[in-house]
């Protein structure tokens, strides 16, 4: 065989792994322009449902690249611009449209701060993503904020509640959730978590478990799952103020 050719093959299969993850990443990203469209058109609850298959897409692509040993810094450039238009701009415009349009300057007001805390978010990840602990993320992830926004859309579009009259139950939602992702608040990250490993038999009922609720009633159990962990940050944020006053003084 030609050396070049096989060179040339290497090259052509090196870029085409690289591309991969990055196409999780584009389809993440049209997800997220695709719940935009939808809000804009009125159909809210395809909207809300477009922000999690953006979020499953989402969570793939960074699996995709380290499976494969394709992480690149356009990558991580890339994944930050689509998770601002996914979990920061489509969630607020969602929310927007949805319930805050007669609320006149305080509904742009709400949605804007949520879209702000979402990129702040990402730029202090981006900054910090080489010095803090591994096992927490500091401030609500927006992925997880968007969930919490579409989430709420969702479950009341589908028990026939309008936006109008829930305006102001949105509106603190959604401020909420922007305060929530700017906070220094600890979050479990579940990159700890092995799935290489042998797990016992309860986890796997468990997840069997989780799936059984989800399937029964989709926007109901996703909305309570994520305003769950977004809770969890202030839980332990008490815990530890419990045990720091708790110490005796000179005790580490």
Excluded at 28 to 50: D, H, K, P, S, T
Excluded at 68 to 96: C, K, N, R
Excluded at 193 to 222: C, G, Q, T, W
Aim: proline share 4%; net charge positive.
């Amino acid at each position: 065989m030609n050396p070049m050719n096989h060179r040339s093959k290497m090259d052509l299969r090196r870029r085409g792994i690289y591309l991969l993850p990055n196409l999780f990443t584009t389809a993440a990203l049209f997800a997220g322009f695709y719940a935009i469209v939808q809000a804009m058109n009125g159909r809210y609850e395809i909207a809300a449902v477009a922000v999690f298959i953006a979020m499953v897409l989402d969570g793939l692509d960074g699996r995709v690249a380290r499976m494969t040993h394709t992480q690149s810094e356009f990558g991580a450039e890339y994944d930050s611009l689509s998770d601002m238009v996914s979990f920061g701009v489509a969630p607020s415009i969602l929310m927007y449209e949805w319930a805050f349009r007669d609320l006149g300057k305080w509904g742009w007001f709400a949605a804007f701060i949520y879209c702000a805390g979402a990129a702040l978010r990402l730029a202090r990840f981006n900054t910090n993503i080489d010095v803090i602990d591994k096992r927490y993320f500091q401030g609500l992830p927006s992925p997880a904020a968007a969930a919490l926004v579409a989430g709420f859309v969702w479950v009341m579009s589908d028990n026939r509640f309008s936006g109008n009259d829930l305006r102001w139950y949105a509106a603190a939602l959604t401020v909420f959730a922007g305060l929530s992702m700017v906070s220094s608040l600890k979050y479990y990250s579940f990159k700890s978590i092995n799935m290489r490993k042998s797990v016992p038999f309860i986890v796997i009922f468990l997840f069997a478990l989780f799936f059984i609720l989800v399937s029964v009633d989709p926007p109901l159990h996703l909305f309570l799952l994520f305003f769950g962990y977004c809770l969890s940050g202030y839980v332990m944020a008490l815990l530890d103020l419990r045990k720091t006053r708790s110490t005796p003084p000179g005790q580490p």
